[in-house]
Nanobody, 127 residues
Framework: QVAETGGGLVQPGDSLRISCTDSRFQVAFYDVAWFRQAPGGEREGVAC????????SYLDSVKGRFTISRDNGKEPVYLQMESLKPEDTATYYCAISVGTPCSSGPQWDDAQEYAIWGQGVQVTVSS
């Protein structure tokens, strides 16, 4: 099962790192993305890391603040979040693809490209 850890309540401007692992698959061998969904909002792609060349893509509103990474291609896959804002408040989901959406351009943030999903972890940014 995909498991996300590391969520919590932080203040605006704080940093937080969330992690993704899978008990069945070695996520290092798959394209992995982070999505998020705020209450009443649509699920949106936040960041993606490709398996082969570790191509990375980001949602425009998090560029320069969030970083998706793998430790030498191993598990877990991290999402390091800096300068957090209240609008980053959401449930964050890790998603694994058996395809290569992260290396294929604009469809990296299409949720239908990802077959394996975690239960999500809550990130709340509030003063």
């Amino acid at each position: 099962q995909v498991a996300e850890t590391g969520g919590g309540l932080v203040q605006p401007g704080d940093s937080l790192r969330i992690s993704c692992t899978d008990s069945r698959f070695q996520v290092a061998f798959y394209d992995v993305a982070w999505f998020r969904q705020a209450p009443g909002g649509e699920r949106e792609g936040v960041a993606c890391s490709g398996r082969h060349d570790q191509t990375q893509s980001y949602l425009d509103s998090v560029k320069g603040r969030f970083t998706i990474s793998r430790d030498n291609g191993k598990e877990p896959v991290y999402l390091q979040m800096e300068s957090l804002k209240p609008e980053d408040t959401a449930t964050y989901y890790c998603a694994i693809s058996v395809g290569t959406p992260c290396s294929s351009g604009p469809q990296w943030d299409d949720a239908q490209e990802y077959a394996i999903w975690g239960q999500g972890v809550q990130v709340t940014v509030s003063s």
